[in-house]
Structures are given as C-alpha cells and as structure tokens.
C-alpha cells in the first residue's frame, strides 16, 4: 500500500512570517548593510593568526567563553558575569526573547526600527506589540508610556541610535522607561549596534538592580561582520538565566579569541569612528545641496528620502551606477526612504555623482 507523503508542516504562526532580506547585488560600491568599509587592523590580523594556530582543535572551546568575556568586562569596566556573549548581537537578542520571551508574553517595539526585533520575538513565539514613533521618527514619551502600560510587555526594545533612522534616544527617554518598568519586572532591551557612535550610552545605567541590557555587536564599529560575535551588558543574574536557554558551546574557539584580540586595538577603532563621523558630516551636507529630505543621524548611516523621484526607482538607477544603498521604500513607515552606509571618501564620492545625475 502506498500512501501520499505528506510534507511536515512548519508552525501556523511560522507559516506566513517572511525571513530577513538584504538583497547582496554584485556592485562596486556596497553601501548597504552598515558595514565598515575598511577592515580591522593589520596587526590584529596577524596577532589573530598566531594565536589561532595554538587552537586546541580536539577540544571543545571555553564554554564560558572567560577570557572573551573578561577582556569585553574590561573594555566597558564592569564585572565579566554582566556580560554574556553570543554569534552576533542577533543570537543575542533571541537568547533574551528565548529566557524572558515566548508564548503567552509580549514584546513592545517603536517603529519604524531595526526589523530583527519582532522578527526574532515573533520567532520565539513573543506576540509583538507596535508602537508608533512621531513623523520626525522620534520617540514621544508620553506615546511610549501609553503603549507600554497598555501592553504589559515582558520586554521593551529600544534602538539607540536607531536602524534605519539614525535617532539617538536621550538619556531621560531611558531613566523614564526604566522607571515605568521597575515596578512590572519588565526587561529593557537597549540595542546599541552604532552605540560608539553616540554621544551617550545607556551602558552607564546598567547594575545590578535594573532591569536593563545593553546589546552592543563587533559586526560595525569593530569592522568584524564576517566574525559573528556579539554581546550584551546587563545585571549577573540576567547573564546566569542566559546560560541556560542558549546552546552548549555556542561560541567556536576561532571567535572567542577575534573578540577577545580585536579589544586590543580600541584605539584604532576610535578612530575609524571620528573619521567615519566626520565624513557623515560632509554626506550629509552635500545631501543637504540635492532634493532629497535627510534625517539627521547618531549612526555610521543616512536616511533620505528623494523629494521628486520614487525611492525604489532612485534605487535601481544607483544600482546601474554600480551603488548599492538600502532600499526601505517599501517599508511601512518609510514611504520612499533609502538608506545609505558611509562608506570611504571615494565610495562616498561615487555614491553622490551618481545621485547628483539622477537627480538633476
Ligand atoms: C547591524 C545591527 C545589529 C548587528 O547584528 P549582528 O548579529 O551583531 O551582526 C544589531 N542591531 C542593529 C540595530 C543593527 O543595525
């Protein structure tokens, strides 16, 4: 007797959910995920190298990941059990959803913000609850307040400052929703991806008694993408409940040791940063010369909006012209946005020519 297999089916809630997309077209000048556009230092690859070698490749890697972890502790001065470390700041993020997350619990974002964060949430079966940022992509207070009250989240993401629009959320925006959630055992999830970007960190708030993460990646200021490593700040007994959600020996030996050898060169990555920085400044001050609407950014990336032409339109013209930006504007909330990473002068300067041409 022969039967008709039938496919195993993937979760209901899975069933409709698109994955992320950052569609990687063959250009000369990629302007698109907010990658840095050099890499790390010579000296750091060569120290890596050397020390890879002495791997220990019949063992399994430091499961704790210590020395990684100190040195991060180190780094931003706190103690190495408030830091826990993860492939990416996106493993992160979805170990936070996994512990304090999942069905029956609820997860608050402000959008338009970083996809991954109701992706991720909605994965690990968190209902998403969306609310709104003013047309500027501020964040209201009083707005927020409302939301979360009405919410009763078990987590509260936060971008700062915020993928795709740039906006560095103040001080006083942080200590308020801290304040609002210490009574409710909600968590405060500060995703600071471009936090070395920023005048301010919401690192300074983060002890033991608060119910605050902050979530940092070595994927943009280090200029280490390719290595997959990320981590968050946050109370000890947050990191302990952590350990018990994410995989055994998750961090390979290869990574620990990128993480822990990139901290030596900070220097170099304060660097990159001023002159990253300083070159936003001159993008966006020749954006400013074009008809297009700019927002300003805390970022290593620009948000614009073409005031004539159509966003998508723009953006396959500045793929003709071998420059990729990335395309939002078909997000919701973005209505003919695009986004571009600040690249090097000379991307930079090939990126403008051609926007000048297309749009003038
Ligand atoms: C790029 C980015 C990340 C980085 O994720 P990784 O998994 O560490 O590469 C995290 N959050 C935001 C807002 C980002 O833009």
Redesign the pocket.
């Known amino acids: 007797m022969s039967t008709t297999p039938v496919r195993p089916a993937v979760r209901d809630d899975l069933a409709l959910m698109e994955g992320y997309h950052s569609p990687q077209v063959q250009v000369e000048v990629r302007l698109n995920t ?1 990658e840095s556009p050099v890499g790390p230092p010579a000296e750091f690859r060569a120290e890596l190298a050397e020390a890879i070698a002495g791997i220990d490749w019949h063992r399994y890697p430091d499961r704790g990941a210590g020395e990684l972890r100190a040195a991060i502790a180190d780094h931003h001065g706190v103690r190495a059990d408030q830091v826990f470390a993860a492939n ?4 992160v993020l979805q170990s936070l959803c996994l512990a304090y997350g999942g069905p029956g619990r609820t997860a608050v974002v402000f959008e338009p913000t ?1 996809a ?1 964060h109701s992706h991720i949430a909605r994965v690990t079966g968190t209902t998403v609850v969306e609310g709104e940022r003013t047309e500027d992509f501020a964040l209201d207070p009083d707005e927020a307040e409302r939301v979360v009250a009405a919410a009763s989240p078990a987590i509260v993401f936060l ?1 700062s400052p915020n ?1 795709p629009t740039g906006v560095v959320e103040p001080e006083e925006t942080v200590r308020r929703m801290l304040d609002q959630l210490a009574p409710t055992g909600a968590l405060l999830v500060v ?1 600071e ?2 936090g070395q970007f920023a005048a301010w960190s919401a690192l300074e708030l983060v002890d033991d008694d608060t119910n605050l993460v902050v ?1 940092r ?4 200021t280090w200029a280490m ?1 390719a290595a ?3 981590y968050l700040v946050g109370p000890a007994w947050l990191v302990e409940a952590l350990e018990s959600v994410v995989l055994p020996y998750h961090l390979d030996a290869v990574t620990q040791l990128a993480g822990t050898l990139a901290l030596r060169h900070a220097a170099a990555m304060e660097t990159r940063v001023a002159e990253l920085v300083e070159e936003r400044g001159r993008v966006s001050a020749a954006l400013d010369e074009l008809p297009v609407t700019v927002w300003p950014s805390g970022a290593n990336f620009i948000l614009f909006r073409p005031d004539h032409l159509d966003g998508a339109e723009v953006w396959s013209r500045l793929v003709e012209h071998s420059v990729l930006v990335r395309n939002c504007a078909s997000w919701p909330r973005l209505d003919g946005c695009l986004r571009l990473t600040i690249g090097t002068r000379d991307e930079d300067d090939r990126f403008l020519t051609a926007l000048t041409e297309i749009l003038t």
């Open positions: 907010n990416g700041s996106n493993e970083y991954l971008c993928n995703d991806a471009y979530t990646t070595y994927s943009k993408a997959r490593l990320g």
